[in-house]
């Protein structure tokens, strides 16, 4: 049996983000397991009191969305990965990551860092919550 079954890569598709797909097929080949693609768009924050009926922002919410559903395609037609392991939610990020990791199950999460430098580097913000959150949840 495998140390994992199945692996969730999230990704926030920026230019680096091929770097850390390619880590992520890495280890899906050296474990011979599944794994899922996900991105999330956080929600555009919206000014309380505002006197339009539809914010604006959910507009270009759902943009975005469809921007990012197109270059996930993109990229997995690219390493010819399977559309249907691949998602984008809108929300926020760690708890979409969390609640994708559940529906699954993932057993491993990977998480790119934004091209930082240092602990940054190694532990970025989101990837330091996902981790707090997962040993809560152990």
Request: a negative charge; glycine letters at 6%.
């Amino acid at each position: 049996m495998s140390a994992y079954q199945h692996i969730l890569l999230a990704i926030d598709l920026n230019e680096d983000c091929e770097q850390v797909l390619l880590r992520a097929l890495d280890l899906q080949q050296r474990y011979d397991c599944q794994l899922s693609i996900f991105h999330v768009v956080e929600p555009i924050p919206v000014e309380a009191g505002s006197e339009t009926v539809v914010p604006p922002s959910l507009y270009l919410e759902q943009e975005y969305v469809e921007q990012a559903e197109q270059k996930l395609r993109e990229l997995t037609v690219r390493h010819g990965l399977p559309e249907q392991r691949c998602q984008v939610r809108l929300g926020h990020t760690k708890h979409e990551i969390l609640r994708r990791a559940e529906e699954l199950p993932a057993d491993l999460i990977v998480v790119g860092s934004h091209g930082r430098h240092g602990l940054a580097l190694l532990l970025g913000s989101t990837a330091n919550a996902i981790l707090h959150a997962r040993r809560a949840m152990s």
